[in-house]
């Protein structure tokens, strides 16, 4: 729809009907009545008069956060005397030019509302006046079922006093899947066609919910999902029978034993592997094989990678000695299954020099110590799952998190300081109690405190991180087990229940809140035992769905009817490569490396490790999935596979020189990339390819070429 012709649809909306009666409110406050008008007509917006430096010489707060501040700087635009004559009346509803187009109409409730205001003296309200508690959105949850279906929305404030008020007409709503529910300023919910649950983000002065709305564009399912048994089935079936979304059926053998073995060690099963696997009738040998795995010393290895990413493990902000210390820490933490609350723990209590002690360098930054604010950035998406730096500037525009609470929770961290060692790169953390940090909204100290609790009440001089790390660890919080539990589910399925994983928030809810809940109870229960959790995960139907569509879940991909293909990480495509060829890589000056997964420090120089996007940490995110032009040119053209086919001394040519038949080496050749045989169709027509070649090392070198450059090979499905 053109600009033009939305914003009048927009103005239309906002019309007072003349079944609308209008009452003005019996007492009057600024922040409840006024600010949210602010706010519908985009008035404070960063784009409009919220900007820092305002805008045609008039400046309101980001988003209405210092009322005081708007009301002095709203009063210059009133006339008391003659209302009708105010500038922010006759600005907005265009009766005078305005830079920023049409707010709102003279008959509509917005500009009745802000008349009656002035009419009544323009009162900022009274200091006992009731203050506005919350708002509820109404309907409850319910799925809509046919494209072009509308859900009216209900907002109601309710007030410290007990009293409600509709103030539908003066939210502002927004949809965080507009394929799926688009939402009028109205508050009218409207089905687009496609399939899933959509978040209606509703703000009303300052307040704000986010209910879920469903929609399906299926049928009832033709064929029904098998009764589940497994808890975490129960949470994710119910969700697809909402929608009427169709599971995949369970993986094969194959799939499973590949799957596995990538999530967990990173790693691809042998042929050998292969063969014992697929030839076992053991009713539970697909649990068998997760504990195997989980011993192996490559699970501690992909652990090791995986949070070298998260803490961002860089000879940037730790130097070349720091990394070291800090992976090796990381690596014997996984390698004796350490609890996740007592690696965190350790890494929040850290003290010494960060070339001897591993965990002090979670409070490195290029050449010196993080600040208590950037640390705080940190432990908060790490540990609490929160991206808690957007209120370092102002109050969180879509969370509860204020300026105050970011500063109290750096505060925790402000008596961490760096002493020199006789080495220049090192850095050595020690205490110092008179240290603090400055809230620049009030320009005192800030009070550390619990995020969104209570004040960290420690004896003078004592070390606060530890009261805080036993807060943050505890298993009634409510922040670390469901953090750490979305973490691994998200490194096991794909997509975690909140993604990002970092960004915890009620604007932004898990796909299946129950399930969030399960697993981090569960968590906790294990004593924080990650290993426990991913046999949960693994043992689910869940987890061992096919990757194969059927025509309900092929749009699927974040409800989990089927299993999301994953490209391997590139530290494990170049593995595998590695593995298959038998010929490991080498890195220099890293000779504790074996495999490009224990690399300690990302900045060795690779090329491969570039183009499949290695994290490059220099921010706490996931790594980036893509498939790129590079990619495709790089299999085409890149020397890594090539060479280490062709080289004397190689995988293929030991086949070669075996005594294995044709048919033998291609099974062997499948099973080792694959972990399956060739179909029978595959094998045929390779074997006519082999039978009438010239060469026979040159088919079979083409063959393992393109079978590690397929899309079967690079990503785990």
């Given at each position: 729809?053109?600009?033009?012709?939305?914003?009048?649809?927009?103005?239309?909306?906002?019309?007072?009907?003349?079944?609308?009666?209008?009452?003005?409110?019996?007492?009057?406050?600024?922040?409840?009545?006024?600010?949210?008008?602010?706010?519908?007509?985009?008035?404070?917006?960063?784009?409009?008069?919220?900007?820092?430096v305002g805008k045609n010489g008039f400046k309101l707060s980001l988003f209405g956060y210092e009322p005081e501040k708007d009301y002095q700087a709203l009063i210059g635009r009133l006339n008391i005397k003659s209302p009708d004559e105010s500038l922010v009346l006759k600005k907005p509803a265009m009766l005078v030019p305005h830079g920023g187009g049409p707010r709102f109409r003279k008959d509509s409730r917005?500009?009745?509302?802000?008349?009656?205001?002035?009419?009544?003296?323009?009162?900022?309200?009274?200091?006992?006046a009731p203050s506005l508690a919350r708002i509820e959105v109404t309907p409850p949850y319910r799925v809509l079922t046919s494209k072009g279906e509308g859900l009216p929305l209900k907002v109601t404030a309710v007030y410290s006093d007990h009293t409600r008020d509709d103030v539908t007409a003066f939210s502002v709503f927004s949809s965080n899947d507009e394929s799926i529910l688009k939402v009028a300023p109205t508050g009218i919910a409207t089905t687009q066609g496609g399939t899933g649950d959509a978040a209606?983000?509703?703000?009303?002065?300052?307040?704000?919910?986010?209910?879920?709305?469903?929609?399906?564009?299926?049928?009832?399912?033709?064929?029904?999902?098998?009764?589940?048994?497994?808890?975490?089935?129960?949470?994710?079936?119910?969700?697809?029978?909402?929608?009427?979304?169709?599971?995949?059926?369970?993986?094969?053998?194959?799939?499973?034993?590949?799957?596995?073995?990538?999530?967990?060690?990173?790693?691809?099963?042998?042929?050998?592997d292969a063969r014992q696997f697929?030839?076992?009738?053991?009713?539970?040998?697909?649990?068998?094989?997760?504990?195997?795995?989980?011993?192996?010393?490559?699970?501690?290895?992909?652990?090791?990678?995986?949070?070298?990413?998260?803490?961002?493990?860089?000879?940037?902000?730790?130097?070349?000695?720091?990394?070291?210390?800090?992976?090796?820490?990381?690596?014997?933490?996984?390698?004796?299954?350490?609890?996740?609350?007592?690696?965190?723990?350790?890494?929040?209590?850290?003290?010494?020099?960060?070339?001897?002690?591993?965990?002090?360098n979670y409070w490195g930054n290029y050449d010196k110590i993080s600040t208590p604010i950037e640390t705080a950035i940190q432990t908060g998406q790490v540990f609490l799952g929160v991206r808690i730096g957007c209120a370092q500037c102002h109050n969180h525009p879509f969370e509860k998190w204020t300026q105050s609470d970011f500063y109290s929770l750096a505060?925790?961290?402000?008596?961490?300081?760096?002493?020199?060692?006789?080495?220049?790169?090192?850095?050595?953390?020690?205490?110092?109690?008179?240290?603090?940090?400055?809230?620049?909204?009030?320009r005192r100290a800030a009070e550390p405190r619990y995020l969104g609790g209570e004040i960290i009440d420690v004896a003078p001089g004592e070390d606060r991180r530890i009261a805080f790390a036993r807060w943050l660890t505890a298993r009634e919080n409510p922040f670390f087990a469901r953090a750490m539990a979305n973490q691994i589910w998200r490194h096991m399925m794909g997509r975690g229940l909140v993604q990002p994983v970092d960004d915890f928030r009620e604007t932004n809810p898990p796909t299946h809140p129950a399930l969030l809940d399960l697993l981090a109870t569960e968590l906790a229960g294990y004593n924080f035992d990650q290993k426990r959790l991913i046999r949960f995960i693994a043992a689910s139907r869940t987890y061992q769905h096919s990757s194969a569509a059927n025509e309900t879940n092929r749009l699927d991909f974040k409800y989990y009817s089927r299993w999301y293909p994953k490209r391997m990480m590139a530290e494990v495509y170049m593995d595998a490569i590695a593995q298959v060829t038998n010929l490991p890589d080498r890195f220099k000056d890293w000779p504790e490396a074996r495999r490009a997964t224990e690399l300690p420090d990302n900045r060795f120089a690779s090329y491969f490790l570039d183009v499949f996007e290695r994290s490059n940490r220099l921010v706490i995110c996931d790594r980036e999935e893509n498939v790129t032009v590079s990619q495709a040119l790089h299999f085409v053209n890149g020397p890594e596979a090539q060479e280490k086919i062709a080289i004397p001394d190689g995988r293929l040519a030991q086949w070669l020189g075996s005594p294995l038949a044709d048919s033998q080496l291609l099974e062997e050749m499948f099973l080792a990339?694959?972990?399956?045989?060739?179909?029978?169709?595959?094998?045929?027509?390779?074997?006519?390819?082999?039978?009438?070649?010239?060469?026979?090392?040159?088919v079979f070198e083409d063959i393992l070429w393109a079978i590690l450059n397929s899309r079967e090979f690079i990503f785990n499905h």
């Open positions: 729809m053109a600009p033009r012709a939305l914003l009048l649809c927009t103005i239309a909306a906002l019309t007072l009907s003349a079944q609308q009666p209008f009452t003005p409110p019996a007492r009057w406050n600024f922040s409840t009545h006024v600010t949210p008008i602010l706010t519908f007509g985009g008035c404070n917006q960063s784009a409009c008069h919220g900007s820092p917005h500009y009745q509302l802000l008349r009656a205001w002035i009419t009544a003296g323009a009162p900022f309200g009274d200091a006992d209606i983000m509703v703000r009303y002065a300052g307040k704000f919910a986010a209910p879920v709305y469903g929609a399906t564009m299926y049928a009832s399912a033709k064929t029904p999902a098998p009764l589940p048994q497994h808890p975490i089935d129960r949470e994710i079936y119910a969700k697809l029978r909402q929608l009427r979304i169709t599971p995949s059926a369970v993986c094969s053998d194959e799939e499973f034993l590949r799957r596995t073995h990538l999530d967990i060690t990173g790693t691809l099963p042998t042929a050998a697929l030839a076992s009738s053991a009713p539970n040998k697909r649990a068998l094989l997760v504990d195997q795995l989980l011993e192996k010393p490559e699970y501690a290895d992909l652990e090791t990678l995986v949070w070298a990413d998260r803490l961002r493990s860089d000879s940037r902000f730790h130097r070349v000695g720091g990394v070291r210390s800090y992976f090796r820490w990381l690596k014997e933490e996984f390698l004796l299954n350490r609890p996740l609350d007592k690696l965190a723990y350790s890494l929040l209590t850290a003290r010494g020099a960060n070339f001897a002690s591993g965990p002090a505060a925790v961290f402000s008596q961490v300081v760096e002493f020199p060692t006789k080495n220049t790169q090192e850095f050595d953390l020690r205490l110092d109690p008179n240290r603090a940090v400055i809230n620049p909204a009030t990339t694959l972990a399956r045989p060739p179909a029978p169709r595959e094998k045929d027509r390779l074997l006519t390819r082999v039978a009438s070649a010239n060469n026979r090392k040159e």
